[in-house]
């Protein structure tokens, strides 16, 4: 786990300086870098940019189905106003893994494509002087690593991944780099809880430092004005008249802390957005401030032209920017965390997400139309690995997004088998160890797909909501049985109404792949018109069951996959194209989604 996830800032006591850019790449398909002594930096790479994926560079095929282990290295100066102050380097994600070196230095190594790692680099660098920073990344799937998958070898000597689960194996330093000047006695992680007095608010917070210096915060709302403050590392905020956090309709206030004991030359602050607002779930129903909330909205993936899975502002603008228009309000980071920078907008746009670890391909036989094995996940001398690295994931998952308003709820798993016995200790131990994590007590959850049923599913007492993925009239009774698919989907629903279900369900993945531009009177499958007839069916079924609570289709927009014959360069189960351009159904939708209110 992480000592300090807090997102970087700039003020008086803190910089950051993003090293992005253009970095040296090269590939180690021999293992002869550490041989050849690349730690301490190199020229005759490739240039590669960061963020980036380095896959869709490469115009040949062995570089972009590249697995193995890859270097970046490049030069940063560190002034000598740094010294004395903590130094770290920010990464916030190099996928799958990393070893970082400063000036040939081994400083760390961490586990996890998806999540954000410091590196103390103070005692490893020259000060008023250029140094140099090498990342040694490996982009490998095992069964003890997530997401989960095998890497093989060909008879031609290449590596291969063969992964448990649809999306592309995108790899490298998808996000930003950060350089990072920090004071020596500093915040390093906050908390917030919420309690709604009427037309007040109580905002309990908890502060973290690695002194003794005195604690203030305060809280200042849109306008900037001070509305509350409270002294000590523990305390309480009471806001008067609080404007809450509702959806599709935000209100942040800015929280402060302080450490020192002369206010006006503080130790070191950080500042961050909150807003003010509750979730529960009582009964069926999801309540944002105690109000039944209905989700409309997607499943999603960080993917785009050029630079694969790399965080884009630009791609994200527009990405909110059609889910705003289409009517939604919630989306699942399937099928990992995002960039920090998408809970941001999320916050300020009023979206509720579900947030995703990657533990994604736990079910072998789900790979099955990728040439999968039938086999027990549950079962292995992988698992020990595997829990430790699903754990310490979940662990800085929520330590990283806690505090974001926009956070709905915790996905701790995609698909897995949980028809397997064998899942259920490994359930019990991962639904127990993240019990007290999160000081908000949000949902936490995980998608059943099409073979995990109220009948079969082994371990339906774990999740606080249910998630369902089911594909009728695509990957069972597609095209002209698709009244079949509907009457099937309806028998399952009146099982889960008739077992009494007291929990809500929201279908987080149902769709059909569809070639834009694809036409065809009468439908058939792959057109647009067969897209919208797919999503009308499961719209009829969703008016007619009072405990769905939510509707978030697969996908917003089309997406690279592993090749394979299911599969026409990509999934195509997006509303949009993966240029973002609408289908047919993104205007079903639109329709939709508008009549009903905004924050319903
Ligand atoms: C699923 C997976 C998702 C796939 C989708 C599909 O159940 O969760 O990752 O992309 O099905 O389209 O096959």
Redesign the pocket.
């Known amino acids: 786990m992480e000592t300090s996830l807090l997102y970087p800032v700039t003020n008086d006591q803190r910089t950051d300086q993003k090293l992005d850019g253009l970095w040296q790449f090269k590939f180690d398909e021999t293992k002869q870098g550490v041989k050849d002594g690349w730690e301490t930096g190199f020229h005759d790479g490739v240039s590669m940019p960061v963020p980036a994926s380095f896959n869709d560079f490469f115009t040949d095929k062995a570089s972009r189905e590249y697995t193995g282990d890859f270097w970046y290295s490049r030069k940063f100066f560190v002034p000598s106003s740094a010294k004395g102050k903590a130094l770290f380097l920010r990464f916030d994600a190099v996928t799958h893994r990393a070893t970082i070196f400063v000036n040939g230095k081994e400083i760390r190594s961490h586990e996890g494509g998806f999540l954000p790692f410091a590196a103390d680099i103070s005692t490893a660098v020259h000060y008023g002087a250029e140094n140099t920073v090498v990342v040694k990344g490996n982009n490998e799937l095992s069964r003890e690593a997530l997401p989960a998958g095998d890497t093989i070898t060909l008879r031609n000597g290449k590596k291969m991944v063969r992964p448990f ?3 592309y194996n995108y790899s490298g330093l998808n996000r930003s780099v950060h350089l990072l000047t920090l004071p020596q006695e500093r915040v390093l992680d906050y908390t917030t809880t919420f309690e709604l007095n009427g037309q007040d608010a109580t905002v309990n917070y908890t502060v973290t430092t690695n002194g003794d210096a005195p604690v203030t915060v305060s809280l200042a709302d849109a306008d900037g004005q001070v509305v509350a403050t409270a002294q000590g590392k523990e305390g309480a905020l009471q806001v008067k008249n609080a404007h809450l956090w509702q959806v599709r309709n935000a209100y942040l206030y800015t929280l402060t802390i302080q450490v020192g004991d002369d206010a006006q030359t503080p130790v070191d602050t950080y500042t961050d957005r909150i807003g003010i607002r509750t979730i529960k779930i009582s009964g069926t129903d999801i309540l944002v401030n105690d109000k039944p909330i209905y989700l409309k909205g997607f ?1 999603r993936h960080e993917d785009s032209p050029f630079a694969g899975r790399a965080f884009d502002l630009n791609v994200e603008k527009k990405d909110f920017a059609l889910m705003k228009w289409i009517g939604a309000n919630s989306f699942r980071t ?2 990992y965390p995002y960039d920090e920078q998408v809970y941001k907008i999320a916050d300020e746009e009023g979206f509720l997400l579900t947030d995703e670890v990657p533990a ?1 391909g736990f079910k072998m036989a ?1 790979a099955a139309f990728l040439g999968g094995l039938n086999q027990s996940f549950f079962k292995g001398p992988w698992l020990k690995k595997l829990h430790e690295r699903h754990i310490d994931q979940i662990r800085d998952l929520i330590k990283r997004d806690k505090n974001h308003p926009s956070v709905l709820a915790w996905s701790l798993f ?2 897995p088998d949980t028809i397997d016995e064998n899942a259920v200790p490994y359930f019990k131990q991962i639904f127990d160890e993240s019990k007290d994590l999160d000081p908000q007590s949000r949902p936490r959850t995980f ?1 059943l ?1 099409e073979d995990d049923t109220i009948e079969t599913s082994k371990v339906l007492d774990f999740p606080d909501f249910y998630m369902l ?1 089911r ?1 009728p009239g695509w ?1 069972h009774f597609g095209g002209y049985q698709i009244s079949d698919g509907e009457a099937g989907l309806r028998d399952e629903m009146d099982k889960w109404q008739k077992a009494g279900v007291t929990k809500p369900v929201v279908f987080t ?1 149902f ?1 059909a ?1 569809t070639e834009a531009g694809l036409h065809k009177l009468p439908s058939v499958m792959w057109t647009e018109e067969y897209q919208v007839e797919v999503l009308k069916m499961f719209s009829r079924v969703f008016d007619d069951y009072d405990f769905i609570k939510g509707e978030q289709v ?2 917003l927009a089309d997406f690279q ?1 592993v090749e394979g014959n299911m599969r026409v360069n990509g ?1 195509k ?1 997006g509303i949009f194209t993966r240029d973002r351009q609408p289908k047919e159904a993104a205007f079903f939708y639109h329709d939709r989604w508008n009549k009903l209110p905004l924050d319903y």
Do not use: L, P
Request: glycine fraction near 8%.
């Open positions: 689960f649809d999306f499943g399937s099928h994604v789900a995609n698909e998608t797909s993925n594909y990957y993945e769709g792949d697969w996908n996959t999934n189960k």
